[in-house]
């Protein structure tokens, strides 16, 4: 198969896997320390997008002009992962929150990662993935929109991923975008 069949091939997923449904984002957050993290979020996002030294892509089209362009174009997962996390620290430091990384379907054509936020006076660490306690944490994930989608755990992991390997959290350690460490 040549290089041009590829392409077109990789185009055609592209396109018909943005067509699915997705699971509701938080649109009314009522919990104050939530809000001042999310509003770190919202300007983290603004900022990147308005990045002229980077051009943020987002979405399986994203990633297609990420892999082929390379430099200035940004935009897979961990990418958007490691600015929100970076982003999201000193309101995160304030609120007395934590924050760290999901990931689901290592490994995998499907890999995805995002930032998962959560109030350890509310949930402990070990517990996150306990199924009674999944809307007591919150996945912040602009991949797919280029926009800042909150999500309930439980909700996100109703995304349209075929998911070949569970979600586990991790940690995030990769700072090529920011160059430091938060």
């Given at each position: 198969m040549n290089y041009f069949t590829k392409i077109l091939i990789l185009l055609l997923f592209a396109l018909l896997s943005g067509c699915?449904?997705?699971?509701?984002t938080?649109?009314?957050?009522?919990?104050?320390?939530?809000?001042?993290?999310q509003a770190a979020y919202i300007s983290t996002i603004k900022q990147a997008n308005l990045d002229s030294q980077k051009r943020w892509q987002h979405g399986?089209?994203?990633n297609?002009?990420?892999n082929l362009e390379g430099k200035p174009y940004v935009g897979l997962c961990y990418h958007w992962q490691e600015i929100v996390y970076v982003g999201i620290q000193k309101s995160i430091k304030s609120t007395g929150w934590r924050a760290t990384g999901i990931a689901i379907n290592e490994g995998t054509f499907m890999e995805h990662h995002?930032?998962?936020v959560y109030d350890p006076a509310r949930l402990a660490f070990n517990q996150i993935f306990n199924k009674k306690n999944?809307?007591?944490s919150y996945?912040?994930?602009?991949?797919?929109?280029?926009k800042p989608q909150v999500y309930t755990l439980k909700n996100w992991?109703?995304?349209p991923f075929s998911t070949e390997n569970q979600a586990r959290l991790t940690k995030i350690e990769n700072f090529t975008l920011t160059g430091h460490k938060p």
């Amino acid at each position: 198969m040549n290089y041009f069949t590829k392409i077109l091939i990789l185009l055609l997923f592209a396109l018909l896997s943005g067509c699915s449904l997705s699971p509701p984002t938080m649109t009314n957050i009522s919990n104050n320390k939530l809000l001042e993290i999310q509003a770190a979020y919202i300007s983290t996002i603004k900022q990147a997008n308005l990045d002229s030294q980077k051009r943020w892509q987002h979405g399986r089209l994203g990633n297609i002009t990420v892999n082929l362009e390379g430099k200035p174009y940004v935009g897979l997962c961990y990418h958007w992962q490691e600015i929100v996390y970076v982003g999201i620290q000193k309101s995160i430091k304030s609120t007395g929150w934590r924050a760290t990384g999901i990931a689901i379907n290592e490994g995998t054509f499907m890999e995805h990662h995002a930032v998962l936020v959560y109030d350890p006076a509310r949930l402990a660490f070990n517990q996150i993935f306990n199924k009674k306690n999944n809307m007591k944490s919150y996945v912040f994930d602009p991949w797919k929109s280029g926009k800042p989608q909150v999500y309930t755990l439980k909700n996100w992991l109703l995304l349209p991923f075929s998911t070949e390997n569970q979600a586990r959290l991790t940690k995030i350690e990769n700072f090529t975008l920011t160059g430091h460490k938060p």
